[in-house]
């Protein structure tokens, strides 16, 4: 049934993967030895417990006219009851012990999990995030980790609390009245199958609950996003539409849900009802032929409440198991995608980088299937040097710079600084050495100067004031609310592009690395803002070797040297006017930039 259930959580694996995975499962268990043998050692408390007050009873019952005759009745017989709070105080604090620290050890368990998965997301390449999905990601962190607590802590009690319940619950059945221990026998196995019957229709409502939430979250998204779009075609009636329709799909399936639950509930109550009558007829008939007493009885009764819990538990604990194994799965592949790009053997730090840039005979696809988009690129860049890149949109520009602090690596040919071939570097020394100002700029959630200070965390707040002067930010920083000390929104919508732009540059100022990489924003900025970013880059490009995806005029007329680069590879190089005197690419695509 267990090895059912681990195959269930990840069907498409081979039977030896599965269970080295259930072994890494209960890895997880090593360093809170300890604390989950005191943990079970509390459910096995628990189940005694529970066992011990039918037999107490027992006890009290089939002696009370041997007690009735000797001294001291009343006396014996509350310390008897006594017997049984004292039991029962037990039980209540293994319980607590169960509850409390049984949960703490899962939420240990779970937090380690999660930190696991967020310190090797840090590390996973570019290309693994090209593919994957950034919310089924922070999915994978947040959500599914809550079930692996539960489950971590669950799993081993209840299957610790419910095995010892049932089995002890049937021996004293069997040691009792064998008879009808072996009705109650008979049955289980209806009630059992039947709970799992039901349980399985529920996992699917459940699942197919999970999916039509998700695209009423994405409809609701869509429509709130672009309600501008939607009013403006007057669409409002056709939206409602739509919406009304997977919402009646959503209530569909939660009342199909709700069904095999209430189903599953009725059930289980039934066997509870359905054992004890039968206890209780049966047991008159034996009484009555002399195999039984009534304490006897008594006792076959409160054991049926102990008997049945397991069969209730069984239910919370398979959607548990389902939940929170298929989550454990999910996270263990996760942690198992090795990173593209790490450290190779023998790499050494990069150190007074001067800024001479290679590349030779580079060819570069984004994945097997797909095209080349660098092929047999080779040039060379001097320290010191502002060189502008520009060619046609999509022929592989920011493909190109990314190869340089090593977001991808080239398939084909080398890409060296000072000399030294990329791969010999370490990762941390190379991208250290490298400043990155993307088009697609990120700035976090918090104030402008925390924004600032990511560029190098110990920097001083003279220092930070002197880079966002340098990226002429520092005036619209004042202008701000609350200054340096404004909260900027998440991802900085509370600032336009150019200013945002401007506080990249100040980040890259404080980091001041020897080697530039600049992708200039291809979208329309106002006079003001675009001369003083320009101003900005040039301050920027002083003093370190430059690489600028160049789409403004301006911007290609201050650098040294201007790079074509098309399909072909780079065809054309030189200064502007030399470029525009030889009435190449390069020409016409000022020709055509003029004209827009
Ligand atoms: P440019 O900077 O010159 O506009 P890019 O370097 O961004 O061009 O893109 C070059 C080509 O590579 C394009 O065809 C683009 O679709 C493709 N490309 C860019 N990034 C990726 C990626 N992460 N995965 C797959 N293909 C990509």
Request: aromatic share 8%; charged share 20%.
């Amino acid at each position: 049934f267990f090895f059912g259930l681990l195959d269930a959580a990840s069907p498409a694996e081979a039977p030896s993967a599965a269970r080295s995975r259930f072994r890494r499962f209960l890895s997880y268990y090593r360093p809170h030895m300890p604390l989950l043998a005191a943990d079970l050692a509390c459910a096995t408390l628990v189940a005694g417990t529970a066992l011990a007050l039918p037999l107490i009873a027992n006890f009290i019952v089939s002696r009370l006219p041997q007690l009735a005759a000797e001294p001291d009745t009343l006396s014996k017989i509350l310390l008897l009851g006594g017997v049984m709070l004292g039991v029962f105080v037990v039980q209540s604090l293994a319980t607590f012990f169960v509850d409390y620290q049984g949960h703490a050890m899962g939420a240990k368990i779970e937090a380690q999990v999660r930190q696991e998965l967020f310190e090797h997301c840090q590390k996973l390449s570019f290309s693994f995030y090209d593919q994957q999905r950034t919310g089924q990601l922070m999915s994978r962190i947040s959500n599914d980790s809550l079930w692996l607590g539960e489950l971590f802590h669950h799993g081993p009690e209840d299957i610790a609390i419910s095995t010892l319940k049932f089995a002890g619950a049937m021996a004293v059945l069997f040691w009792i009245d064998p008879v009808i221990a072996l009705l109650i026998a008979l049955i289980i196995p209806f009630a059992v199958a039947y709970a799992l019957h039901f349980n399985r229709k529920m996992n699917v409502a459940l699942r197919t609950t999970k999916e039509r939430i998700g695209t009423i979250n994405e409809r609701v998204e869509d429509a709130l996003a672009g309600i501008r779009v939607v009013q403006s075609f007057a669409n409002e009636a056709a939206e409602l539409k739509r919406f009304d329709t997977e919402n009646q799909r959503f209530l569909d399936s939660r009342k199909a849900g709700y069904r095999s639950e209430a189903m599953l509930w009725v059930g289980m109550d039934g066997f509870a009802q359905i054992v004890t009558i039968l206890v209780i007829t049966v047991g008159a008939f034996r009484i009555l032929t002399g195999n039984l007493s009534t304490a006897d009885l008594l006792t076959l009764l409160l054991c049926v409440g102990v008997l049945v819990d397991p069969v209730r538990r069984l239910d919370n604990f398979i959607r548990l198991w389902q939940e929170g194994y298929t989550g454990f799965v999910r996270a263990m592949e996760l942690l198992e995608k090795q990173p593209d790009i790490v450290d190779e053997e023998g790499s050494m730090p990069l150190t007074g980088v001067k800024g001479r840039i290679k590349f030779d005979k580079v060819s570069f696809r984004y994945a097997e299937n797909c095209r080349e988009v660098l092929s047999n690129v080779s040039l060379s860049i001097k320290p010191g040097e502002f060189v502008a890149l520009v060619g046609p949109s999509g022929v592989g520009k920011s493909t190109l710079c990314s190869l340089i602090p090593r977001f991808y690596d080239a398939n084909q040919g080398s890409v060296s600084i000072d000399g030294h071939d990329v791969r010999t570097l370490t990762l941390a020394s190379l991208r250290r050495a490298i400043g990155v100002v993307q088009q697609d700029l990120y700035l976090f959630s918090g104030t402008v100067a925390e924004n600032l200070l990511y560029g190098r965390p110990v920097a001083s707040m003279e220092e930070v004031l002197a880079a966002a002067k340098a990226a002429n930010a520092h005036d619209f920083i004042m202008a701000l609310p609350r200054g340096y000390d404004t909260d900027i929104g998440q991802r900085g919508v509370k600032l336009s592009g150019g200013q945002k732009q401007r506080i990249t540059i100040a980040r890259a100022f404080l980091k001041n690395p020897p080697i530039l990489i600049f992708d200039e924003a291809t979208s329309a900025l106002d006079t003001e803002s675009e001369r003083a970013i320009q101003k900005a880059l040039l301050g920027l490009a002083k003093d370190r070797t430059t690489i600028v995806i160049a789409h403004r005029l301006s911007t290609v007329r201050h650098a040294d040297r201007i790079l074509v680069l098309t399909e072909d590879g780079i065809v054309e190089e030189g200064s502007h006017d030399a470029l525009m005197t030889a009435n190449g690419v390069y020409a016409r695509l000022q020709t055509v930039q003029a004209s827009i």
